[in-house]
């Protein structure tokens, strides 16, 4: 990733209280960089009126930032104040605040400015709560991206909304990214039309106690430029629209939180299309590794598949979900 400007570098520590900047948006809602006595970063919000109930209500604890509502300025306006603790990166929380930036352009009201605000906060907990605290590379947002993909074919064509949700085991460690029934699916992603391989990345992604396996493939091309083009952020957007079912939606945050996913700027772009899908039954004679064929004193394999190799196994994707 491109490294960014980091605005709290331009702010010198106060002596008392802090010292703040107004960041330039068209935004309603007044919003601020700043620095504590301590150097700490700091992310204000600043509402009219008394909203004490609601923090208090549907505030949380989040590790690494601590989230606090203060007087601010004339007696009739808080802040909230988002505090960066020294172990969390500041890239990362920037990310963060950059997200909140963009999400409360279009809010005019600071009722919904600290509702707004506390949803992302529950989302940050969740996903510092996961594996993961880092961005995300360029080959594990491809691979969400397609995992997404598969889930929406899910709950479009076979499962319901939550056991498609469910399906998604990828993010809690097993060795295929869904099992459902008595079937496993394993997603991958290439990317470009001159893709030929697929990476398998250890012995146990194409073995399973399963009767069926699945191998899925979803060419994505990054075209920025293509009405038809959608980011990481816009898909998981349009998943969450999709769910009509809450329990639905908090398991889906759940599992993104696990890989390691949470709506920040960095992941609106690039932007992609889906140029094919292609699905491939892995039974018998399907050229794999598998554990119970490796000799003895080899612990981890990671290779490629030739795709011109497989297409005898290719099949309907329907075939899939029919089990």
């Not at 995992?147 to 085991?169: G, M, T």
């Amino acid at each position: 990733m491109t490294s960014k400007v980091i605005p709290w570098d331009e702010i010198q520590i106060p002596e008392a209280e802090y010292n703040v900047r107004l960041i330039a948006t068209n935004s309603s809602i007044p919003l601020y960089w700043g620095k504590d006595t301590a150097g700490h970063c700091l992310f204000i919000i600043e509402l009219e009126g008394d909203h004490i109930d609601q923090f208090r209500k549907d505030s949380t604890s989040v590790q690494g930032i601590s989230l606090d509502l203060r007087g601010f300025g004339a007696a009739t306006k808080q802040g909230i104040v988002l505090t960066l603790e020294k172990h969390i990166d500041k890239d990362l929380f920037l990310s963060l605040c950059e997200t909140l930036v963009t999400s409360l352009q279009p809010v005019t009201d600071s009722g919904t400015a600290l509702a707004v605000t506390l949803t992302h906060i529950n989302r940050w907990k969740l996903f510092m709560s996961g594996r993961k605290s880092r961005v995300l590379s360029t080959e594990e947002i491809r691979g969400l991206f397609a995992e997404l993909q598969f889930l929406r074919f899910l709950y479009k064509n076979r499962l319901s909304e939550v056991a498609a949700v469910e399906s998604w085991v990828g993010p809690g460690g097993s060795h295929q990214d869904f099992i459902f029934g008595n079937t496993a699916a394993e997603i991958k992603s290439v990317s470009g039309r001159e893709r030929s391989t697929v990476r398998i990345s250890s012995e146990e992604q194409l073995e399973t106690l399963c009767d069926n396996l699945f191998l899925i493939i979803y060419r994505l091309n990054a075209v920025p430029e293509s009405g038809q083009s959608v980011s990481l952020n816009e898909l998981v957007r349009l998943v969450e629209q999709e769910l009509n079912d809450a329990s639905a939606v908090e398991e889906l945050l759940r599992r993104l939180a696990a890989y390691g996913y949470v709506d920040i700027a960095e992941y609106d772009t690039p932007k992609f299309v889906v140029a094919s899908r292609d699905a491939y039954f892995v039974e018998k004679d399907f050229p794999r590794l598998v554990r119970s064929r490796i000799p003895d004193g080899i612990v981890r394999t990671t290779y490629e598949i030739e795709l011109e190799k497989i297409a005898v196994f290719k099949c309907d994707i329907t075939r899939a979900v029919e089990n």
